[in-house]
């Protein structure tokens, strides 16, 4: 992964973490800070998957107007939404994968 990549994957982490920080009405970012006032990572977590999955299911709802004729659906939307979507779940595997890495790399430590 090339260090332009690295910036962007972790500025779009910590937009994640910005937003699931931010009091929302009613959303899931009021319920990710916990009593103490910092949130837990695993809700940081659930907040960003829910983001992605959402961004996923608003690409292909794009695409299947577009399919089906829908004139407001533009290609350009179609696209972008597409590549949005597979950005934030790109950066969603690579946090995954790093923290896989660095339990692994605990877990493997010398008592």
Known sequence: MSEIDVRSVLSQIRALQGQANAPAVGGKGAQAVGETGAASFGRVMEAALDRVSLTQSKAGDLQNKFQLG????????????????????????ETRNRMVRAYQDIMNMPL
Do not use: H, Y
Not at 84 to 93: M, N, S
């Open 70 to 93: 829908d004139p407001n659906t533009d290609l350009a939307s179609v696209m972008l939404a597409s590549s949005r979507a597979q950005v934030e779940f790109k950066g969603l595997v």
